[in-house]
């Protein structure tokens, strides 16, 4: 059975920090890129950041700078720095693991986690 648990979330003054982890079982872990997203109330989900198994990086345009997408293999961990909090931060943050775009192992399912509540409010 395929998991991915999110953790991490919380309530969070502006200008703090929090680091999300989403520890994945039962995917081969390393060959998937691993991303995260987040959903505000009443706005659509968007893409966060995602980082591929051979460890290349994107990054939404509003989180550059700020946050810090990582990965443990050994561990099936994906970790979320986030810095420098602000309000419209504020969603629930969900991990998703892709299979890679190309080669043997591209038609395999995607897979989401149900998500962690980041709370940005003083």
């Known amino acids: 059975q395929v998991q991915l648990v999110e953790s991490g979330g919380g309530l969070v003054q502006p200008g703090g920090s929090l680091r999300l982890s989403c520890a994945a079982s039962?995917?081969?872990?390393?060959?998937?890129?691993m991303g995260w997203y987040r959903q505000a109330p009443g706005k659509q989900r968007e893409l966060v950041a995602t980082?591929?198994?051979?460890?290349?990086?994107t990054y939404a345009d509003s989180v550059k700078g700020r946050f810090t997408i990582s990965r443990d293999n050994a561990k099936n961990t994906v970790y979320l720095e986030m810095s420098n909090l602000k309000p419209e931060d504020t969603a629930v943050y969900s991990c998703?693991?892709?299979?890679?775009?190309?080669?043997?192992?591209?038609?395999?399912?995607?897979?989401w986690g149900q998500g962690t509540q980041v709370t940005v409010s003083s």
């Open positions: 980082l591929t198994s051979d460890f290349t990086s």
């Open positions: 998703k693991a892709d299979p890679p775009r190309f080669g043997l192992f591209r038609s395999l399912p995607d897979y």
């Open positions: 039962g995917i081969g872990f390393s060959i998937y890129t």
